[in-house]
């Protein structure tokens, strides 16, 4: 039974009698409530099946036999729904799960930070400026960022219109995915415009051309088409920070047994809300994704116990996932701690890397910006600690677009600070641009060739 055991009663809505931080203040509980029960009526945008194959493929993945290539924007943004933004973010994500698989020579899950992803933690419930104070931008699906009192006010119309994007966009992924557009044979569909221009290409084109070699040397081996025995998969997730927009996608399968989130397949806590007895971990514990967790440098192994006992008490394999973002300078002093105490409770966990979020700094001018040999520091560090430790890296976690933003510094063109205002668009975190993306992917897979 793929339920979380519910000793304690839960329903959906039970966490809103705990403390829950980062939600927005609605000035007209009647409209919230109006939107809520409109939005609980609606279509689910995911079905339990779905859930249930990524778990199973998380599990996979915490054993070593898959890898989780987990990525997308920071924030999406209403507005920025549209046919380019969703094939470059899918024609990314493709090209390094593509890169990693031969490289790791393991199966990759793609897990896209899409179609949902539009609410934001915030540091300050109210901002500022020449003496006016109004409240946080918290994201496209609360209010919006212009600041004026209107645009500022959250809004609880913004739960349908989130949910109404969400659903275009996955209708557009679903229907790439299952038309040729993923299709192995023909990875330069998966081309970007720009990309014949990068310092990678070359390297790239030659996996793609080995890929296809070995493809159609499987061809006529079994004389099977491998479109046939192979179909991608991709799924969705997001930090599930807005708990009034996950209640109402939350829906109990009378066949599982079980509540399902179905407005996307893999929710997380992030690093601000994960607070044992706060609303986020009471609303998480009731439902039957897999679920995954930040945990930043303040993480120690009693908290990880308390974690693993309040979300996964079965100890089902895939169901949970902690995702750690300790920055590059702290991975090798923290990381071996939180192994360790896991390994001591016997929880099962899936482990991944996000390098993003750990080292995030300023420049000079005050632009928000991350250093691509800081993320791959993270990253690298965190695949020989885990290695080291017995354990396994499951997957990583980035923030990256399939467009040619200038956003992180480094990389193979070398991005400086000064480069940044040519195409700084994140209206929150910096992302990896293609090129650095691809190059993530191609790290590695270098380093574990070298294995
Ligand atoms: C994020 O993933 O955009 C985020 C806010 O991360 P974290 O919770 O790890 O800070
Ligand atoms: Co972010």
């Known amino acids: 039974m793929t339920n979380v055991s519910t000793s304690k009663p839960w329903t959906p809505d039970s966490w809103q009698q705990k403390k829950t931080l980062q939600q927005p203040t609605y000035r007209d509980p ?9 939005l609980a009526k609606l279509p689910p945008l995911v079905v339990s099946w779905e859930v249930d194959a990524l778990r199973d493929q998380l599990a996979a993945a915490g054993r070593g036999e898959a890898f ?15 046919s380019d933004r969703i094939v470059s973010q899918l024609k990314i994500l493709l090209q390094m799960s593509l890169v990693l698989t031969h490289g790791l020579k ?11 992803q539009y609410a934001k933690p915030r540091s300050a419930d109210t901002e500022t400026r020449d003496g006016v104070t109004l409240p946080c931008y918290r994201g496209d699906i ?24 969400a659903a275009l966009t996955l209708n557009f992924v679903r229907s790439l995915v299952d038309g040729g557009f993923t299709d192995l044979h023909h990875p330069e569909y998966w081309d970007l415009d720009f990309m014949r221009h990068s310092p990678r290409y070359e390297e790239y084109r030659k996996i793609t051309d080995s890929l296809a070699d070995s493809l159609t040397f499987f061809e006529h081996a079994t004389g099977r088409a491998m479109s046939d025995t192979q179909r991608i998969d991709f799924y969705a997730s997001h930090e599930g920070l807005l708990l009034h927009y996950e209640q109402a996608q939350t829906r109990f399968i009378q066949r599982r047994g079980a509540w399902y989130n179905l407005s996307t397949h893999l929710p997380w806590i992030g690093e601000r809300t994960r607070g044992l007895d706060d609303g986020h971990i009471e609303y998480f ?21 308390e974690l693993c006992l309040a979300l996964n008490p079965d100890n089902i394999p895939g169901r949970l996932s902690l995702i750690h973002r300790l920055g590059a300078k702290q991975v090798e002093e923290k990381l071996p701690g939180l192994i360790d105490g896991i390994r ?21 001018t005050g632009v928000k910006t991350r250093r691509f040999d800081n993320i791959l520091a993270e990253i690298e560090a965190s695949f020989r600690i885990h290695a080291e430790q017995g354990s396994v890296l499951g997957g990583v976690h980035l923030e990256m677009t399939g467009d040619n933003v200038t956003e992180c510094t480094g990389g193979a063109r070398g991005l400086s600070d000064e480069d940044l205002a040519r195409a700084y668009l994140s209206t929150v975190d910096p992302r990896l641009n293609y090129e650095q993306a691809l190059e993530v992917a191609m790290r590695i897979s270098r380093w574990q060739n070298r294995r």
């Open 344 to 364: 001591a409770c016997g929880a099962s966990v899936v482990w991944i890397c996000d390098p993003m979020h750990g080292n995030t700094e300023s420049t000079k």
């Open 68 to 82: 989780i290539l987990q990525g997308g924007d920071c924030a999406e943004s209403l507005d920025a729904c549209s």
């Open 142 to 165: 609360v209010n919006s960022a212009p600041f004026d009192a209107q645009s500022r006010e959250p809004d609880p119309s913004l739960l349908l219109r989130g949910y109404e994007r």
């Open 285 to 305: 514990r009731g439902i039957a994704n897999p679920v995954a967790v930040k945990v930043g440098p303040t993480t120690d192994a009693g908290y990880l116990r």
């Open 106 to 116: 393991r199966p990759v899950v793609r897990v896209g930070r899409i179609a949902g």
């Open 30 to 38: 009647a409209a919230l409530n109006q939107a809520v029960t409109a």
